[in-house]
């Protein structure tokens, strides 16, 4: 089969899925890419890779950001049978190994990596940080190749002074924008599940990552992509409408020097370049 790859002096990024429903992210170059998360079925990612000129040759690795489900769904299946290294920290792979819903251990495509310790992948170097949530562990990546600066960051429970600088200094910047206030505040959660996703181990409202947005974002970013978003609490629509006030409120002028994006729930993203 042939793909339609572009040149390998490009860098791209995509979106496979993001939320609950489940959460992979692409970013390479022409020749190879490297996923953030694998918590959607392996078919669908290789339906969703094919669809943008990819296959699982071309994966170098996995990173895994933490031990829930809807980001760890097939990395037992990829480091099984696709023999794809996975990078996570020690105590993400024990969860992992432990996780009663892995079906194959990762095994030798286990590779240990430690917060604040940068490392290579090819053209892609890597810096893991604290990102705190309700699990095991967490980390954000940073993400330098060619004159580029990427942050991934999901999953808040709040925004830390230890994570705000590998958010800054991004270029390229995908940050989770997980629910209006209002419609989690007025809606059909219990009460529990509401305290949890507000209790600073959960994530972070559009009106949080707006304002978090508006007091740092400066004239190096390039792109914003908005993940995470609740079904229940927030929609794509609001999540846009909510940042673009904070940004221009600031004096960003969308769509020129800056684009902001929306990733939707279980649906691949456009593919962007550098």
Not at 63 to 76: A, P, R
């Amino acid at each position: 089969m042939q793909y339609n790859l572009f040149s390998s002096d490009q860098y791209t990024f995509f979106c496979l899925s993001s939320g609950s429903c489940g959460n992979c992210y692409f970013v390479g170059n022409g020749d190879y890419g490297i996923l953030i998360d694998v918590g959607i079925g392996v078919r669908t990612i290789r339906k969703r890779l094919r669809e943008h000129g990819y296959d699982f040759e071309h994966i170098r690795a996995i990173l895994i950001t933490h031990d829930h489900f809807d980001h760890i769904k097939s990395v037992g299946t990829f480091a099984h049978r696709h023999k794809i290294p996975v990078f996570a920290t020690q105590k993400v792979h024990h969860a992992i190994s432990n996780h009663s819903m892995i079906r194959y251990d990762i095994g030798a495509s286990r590779r240990v990596i430690e917060k604040k310790v940068s490392f290579q992948i090819e053209d892609f170097r890597f810096t893991a940080f604290e990102i705190p949530h309700d699990s095991h562990d967490h980390s954000g990546y940073f993400i330098e190749f060619g004159n580029h600066k990427m942050t991934l960051a999901t999953d808040i429970g709040q925004l830390t002074d230890e994570m705000i600088p590998y958010l800054v200094k991004a270029n390229h910047l995908i940050i989770e924008s997980n629910y209006d206030e209002e419609m989690l505040r007025t809606g059909s959660y219990p009460y529990y599940l509401k305290e949890r996703i507000t209790s600073g181990r959960g994530h972070i409202s559009n009106r949080q990552t707006g304002e978090f947005l508006a007091e740092h974002c400066q004239d190096h970013v390039r792109n914003i992509w908005l993940c995470h978003l609740s079904n229940d609490n927030n929609s794509p629509e609001i999540a846009y409408q909510t940042i673009e006030k904070y940004l221009v409120a600031k004096g960003m002028k969308l769509g020129e020097q800056l684009q902001l994006h929306v990733l939707e729930r279980n649906k691949l993203s456009p593919k962007v370049k550098f």
